[in-house]
DNA sequence: CATGAATGAGTCTTCATTCAT
DNA sequence: GATGAATGAAGACTCATTCAT
C-alpha cells in the first residue's frame, strides 16, 4: 500500500510503542507491530536496523523531545520576568506530555529495571534537569552556592517522592481505576492532593524557610 | 546429581528471579535458569508446568509471605499495647522483607505495567493492607468514621507517595548509585530524608491535626 | 530458494502424506517432512499452523476431491441415460482415485482407529454415497421406498463388506507381496474375483431378485 | 504400592493395551501407561526393556494365543468326527476371543499399515491358517490337491473378504454406532447379514459345487 | 519390588531477519 | 517503497530412559 512518504515510518514507530507497552519489549513480535502498524513485516527491515533499532528511536526521539522543551523553556526567557509563573507554565506543559507519553513511559520504566541494560533511561528524567543545562538552570535556581551533598539530596528527594511518583501516576492510572473501580478523575484529584501533601509541602517548606 | 529433596526445586526458584530481574520475564532462558540453578533443564518441567507457573509461584510465595508477616503482626497483639512503637517495627521488619526482594519486586513492577496483564500485582501492596485485615487494622488505626472517599484518598495517597518511592528505591538504588556515583549509604541517608520531608512530614501533619 | 508460488506449500503436503504413510501421524516429524519436501522446517510453519493442520488439510482436501468427483458425477447426468453404464464408469474412476491415494488412505485409517479421535475419517466414504447426495441418489438408485432398517443394512453391508475390503487391499498391497511373494497384478487378479465371488455376487442376487 | 508378584506386569500391560489404542503406539506416553495402570514409570523398566519391548510382548502374546486355541483345535481332533461343527465351534470361540481383543486388534491393524515397519503382524492372522499347520489343515481341508495360484486365491479371498471386514467391525463397530446412531446390537445384525450375504454365500458356492 | 528425582536427546514451534521481485 | 516467501538460530517443552535409595 502506497502512502505518504515517512507515513509508513511513523506508523511502524506509534504500533510498536503501543505493543511494546503491550507485552514488554521482548515480548513484542515484529509481526505484531507491522500487524498493527498495517504495514509488511519487511518494510520494518526498510525504516530500521532491527527491532533494538525502533527502541532506541523511540527512547531518543523522547529524550529529544524533552531536552526541546526544557531548552525552548529557557531560551524563551527561562525564569525571566515572572519565575514562578513561568516554571509553573512549563511544568505544566511538560507534565501533559508526559502524560501523552503513557505508553512510552512505561517501556522506559520496564527496560530501566532490567539488571542486564547497562543505561537507565529513567534517569535521563533527572539528568535533563541537571546536566542538560548546568550551567543555565542551576546558577539560576540555586545561586550557585550549593554542595555536592546538597545536589544529592536535591535530586534524590525530587526524583524519588517528585517525579516517580508522578511516572508511575500516569503509567498505573489506567490499570488503578479498573482495579480499584475509581474514576480517572477522582484519582486525578486524589493524585494531586497526595501530591500537594507530600512533595509540594516540602518545596514550600524549603522555599520558604530562607 | 541427587540432592536434598526439594532443593532443587528451591535452586530453580532463586535462579528464576535472579535472571527474570535480569533480562525480564520475556527475555529470560529457560536454559539461562537451569544453567544458573545448576538443575537439567528437563528438571525444571519436573517441578513446574512451565516457565509462567515459576513466575506465578514465584508472585504467590511472595504475597504469601507479605500476608504472613501482617497477619502475625496483628496476632501478636497488633497495635496493642504501645501502638507507634509495634507499628514502627512491624515497618521495620517487612522495609527489611521488601528490600531483600529487590529482584522479585524488580518483576513485580515489570510485570505490573503491561497492558496485556490483567492483574497487577503491585496493586497487592495495597490490598494487604487495607482488605487483607479490613476489621481489625481500620477500627484500629482510623476510628472507624471513614468515608468512601477518604479511604480512596488515603491508599490513593499512601500508595503513590509511600510505597512507591519505597519501592522505586529498592529497585533502582543500585543503578542509582552506578550512575550518580553515590554510595549505598549516602543514597539510603537522603531517600531517609527524602521520605521525612514529604511523605512522613504528611503523615505527621495529619496525625497531629486532631 | 524461490520457486512457484504454492510450489512450496504443495510439496510440503506431498513430502507429508508419505511421511505420515511411513511412520504415522505421531511418529511423524517435522523434520522429516520439510526434509523430504526440500523446504525450510520454518516455512512448514508459514504455510500451516502446525502438525495437525497439515494433517486436517489433507483430510479436508482429500474428501473435498472425493466428493467433487461424486457431484461432477451427479451433475453431468449421473445414471442419466444408461444408468449401469454411467456408474460403472464413475466407480471406475473413483476407484483409481483411490488407488492413487494409497498413503492418504493408510493415514485415514490409522487416524480412524484411534480411541481418542473424535471423527473418524473413514466413515466419510459413506457419508458421501449416503448424505451428499441423498435426494438425487436415493430416489434413482433406490426408488425411494426404503425403512431406516434397510438403509442401515445397506450402509453396513456396501462399507464393510464392499469399501474396507478394498480400502485393505489398497493400503496393503505393497505388503501383501511382499511378505507372499505375489506379484501386484497377480495379487489385483485375485482380489478382483474375490470381489466378484463374494461382494459383486451379493449385488447380482440383490437386483436380479425383484 | 506392593501387590501380587507379576501382578503389577500385567496391569501395565493392560494399560499399555489401552492407552496404545487410544493415541496409537507413538502416541502413548510411558507416563500414561504408568498413569493407567497406577504404577511408577520407573516400574515399567523393570519389567519391561522399554516402549517397544511392551508392544512386541503384546503382539507375541496375542498370537501365542492364537497359536494356541488353534493347534487345541487340531489336536483335540481337528475337524474330526463331526468337521463341519467342530470347525464352526473353533470358529465361534476364536471370534469371540478376537472380539475381546478390540484395543489389541486396533494397535494390530494401525502398526501394520506403517509403512516403515518391516513385519505386517496382520498377516499372522493369514498365516496361521495357512503356514502354522500346513501339513495338518491343508490336506484335510484341501485334499492336497491344489495350486499355488488356487491357494493364493484362497487366502486373498479370505483375507480381503473375511478376515479383513470382521477386523473391521471389531475395531470400528462402537464408532459406528456413535457415528451412525445404531445400536451394538443392530450393527451386529447387520454385520452378519451382510457376511452372509457375501462371504458366507461364497463358501456355500464353493463348497456345494463339487 | 517400588519410587522420586534426574537427564540427554530430541521435537514442535517461534522469531528476527533477509531475499527476490 | 513495498511485499510474499524463505531461513538460521534459537526457544519452550517433551519423552523415553536411568539412577539412587
Chains 1, 2, 3, 4 share one sequence.
Not at 507554565?89 to 501533559?96: D, G, I, N, V
Not at 551533598?149 to 517522592?161: I, P
Request: hydrophobic share 35%; net charge negative.
Amino acid at each position: 500500500m502506497k502512502r505518504q512518504p515517512e507515513e509508513s515510518r511513523d506508523r511502524i514507530l506509534a504500533a510498536a510503542v503501543k505493543i511494546f507497552a503491550e507485552k514488554g519489549y521482548n515480548g513484542a513480535r515484529i509481526d505484531q507491530i507491522a500487524g498493527e502498524a498495517g504495514v509488511n513485516k519487511a518494510l520494518i527491515y526498510y525504516y530500521f536496523e532491527g527491532k533494538e533499532a525502533i527502541l532506541n528511536e523511540l527512547f531518543q526521539s523522547f529524550f529529544r523531545q524533552s531536552t526541546g522543551m526544557l531548552l525552548d523553556f529557557v531560551e524563551r526567557g527561562g525564569f525571566g520576568e515572572n519565575p514562578e509563573e513561568n516554571k509553573r507554565l512549563f511544568e505544566a506543559e511538560y507534565a501533559s506530555y508526559l502524560m501523552s507519553s503513557r505508553d512510552l513511559l512505561k517501556i522506559i520504566v520496564m527496560e530501566s529495571l532490567k539488571d542486564e541494560n547497562e543505561d537507565t533511561p529513567l534517569f535521563n528524567l533527572v539528568d535533563l534537569g541537571g546536566s542538560a543545562t548546568p550551567e543555565r538552570l542551576d546558577d539560576m535556581e540555586s545561586q550557585t552556592g550549593m554542595s555536592e551533598a546538597e545536589k544529592n539530596q536535591l535530586y534524590v528527594t525530587e526524583f524519588f517522592t517528585g517525579v516517580m511518583p508522578f511516572v508511575c501516576y500516569i503509567v498505573l492510572k489506567d490499570k488503578w481505576c479498573r482495579h480499584f473501580g475509581m474514576e480517572e478523575e477522582e484519582l486525578g484529584r486524589c493524585f494531586d492532593i497526595a501530591m500537594e501533601d507530600t512533595h509540594e509541602q516540602y518545596h514550600k517548606n524549603r522555599d520558604g524557610k530562607p
